[in-house]
């Protein structure tokens, strides 16, 4: 994580560059890891940063934070955020760096929400504080043809079975923008400040306009996240941007659509969380009067 680029240059832009927010602030993070957040809203100028972690990370953060003098300012908890019991009633600040593969997938936003709801005081902030997801069509014919054609013909047999089985999978992978055949479509918004557990299992429609002639193998879903602060930060995990750790999110079709220039596709995303295991998705695409069911676990 902390060898992302991306991901740890625009939490510490947004938090270095907005001393005024920070200074003089308590500040959670919730799952704090090596204590890299704390150690910026600690340098930022906050009074007390309190890092939560469930994890034996923990007691590195604890090293790390004696080693670059922070110890007065940083405290740091072992233990589930939602069992712990803080030193102070309520904080100014929340940030965590909570998303997961398509945003939803393993991310802490339940436990964010919660932390909200419980310790943020009036007026307060959560950072990031705006994150989006997004739809892109895929014309990989190369990539589907490795996967998935493969198990049509295996040293003169028909797996199918095996086919169907990879075809479910969605795949996390760093997607060439050079193959993306269709424009962006914007696909759920998710504010921090406002947002329930409840809006996290969700249905919503979408059009992509194909932007060249191909084969559609794939959809991709991707997220942008957003700092909303006076010195404004954001940066997106488009295949379009920068890799990320997070990569791109690839849904695969069972046979490749031939579309045309100008098409606009419309279809719906169902996302659910499993219930056997709330922390993994079950997403449903329908896309030209077909269902595609894929699992994220």
Not at 12 to 18: K, M, V
Not at 196 to 216: M, P, W, Y
Not at 257 to 266: A, R, Y
Request: net charge negative; glycine share 8%.
């Amino acid at each position: 994580m902390l060898k992302d680029r991306v991901r740890t240059e625009g939490y510490r832009d947004c938090i270095l560059g907005n001393s005024d927010l920070f200074k003089d602030k308590v500040v959670l993070d919730i799952g704090c890891g090596t204590g890299i957040l704390s150690m910026f809203a600690a340098k930022s100028g906050a009074k007390l940063v309190i890092g939560v972690d469930q994890s034996e990370i923990i007691y590195s953060a604890i090293d790390i934070v004696r080693e670059n003098g922070y110890q007065d300012k940083i405290m740091l908890i072992k233990g589930k955020m939602e069992e712990v019991k803080l030193p102070t009633d309520k904080v100014d600040i929340i940030i965590s760096e909570w998303m997961g593969y398509f945003l939803l997938f393993e991310s802490m936003l339940d436990t964010v929400l919660w932390a909200r709801d419980c310790y943020l005081s009036d007026g307060g902030h959560v950072f990031p504080n705006h994150c989006s997801l997004h739809l892109v069509g895929l014309d990989d014919d190369e990539t589907y043809k490795k996967r998935f054609a493969f198990w049509d013909d295996v040293y003169g047999f028909k797996m199918s079975c095996m086919r169907k089985a990879v075809l479910a999978e969605a795949d996390v992978s760093l997607v060439d923008g050079d193959k993306i055949i269709t424009d962006s479509c914007a696909l759920k918004n998710f504010v921090m400040g406002s947002v329930t557990t409840k809006n996290l299992d969700f249905s919503e429609a979408f059009i992509l306009t194909v932007k060249r002639e191909g084969n559609l193998t794939a959809i991709v879903g991707y997220f942008d996240v957003q700092f909303g602060c006076p010195n404004e930060v954001k940066f997106s995990t488009s295949p379009h941007s920068t890799s990320t750790h997070w990569k791109q999110t690839v849904f695969p079709l069972e046979s490749p659509l031939v579309v045309k220039e100008g098409q606009c596709l419309s279809g719906r995303l169902t996302c659910k969380k499993n219930a056997k295991d709330p922390r993994s998705l079950v997403i449903t695409i329908r896309l030209e009067e077909k269902n595609y069911i894929f699992q994220m676990q």
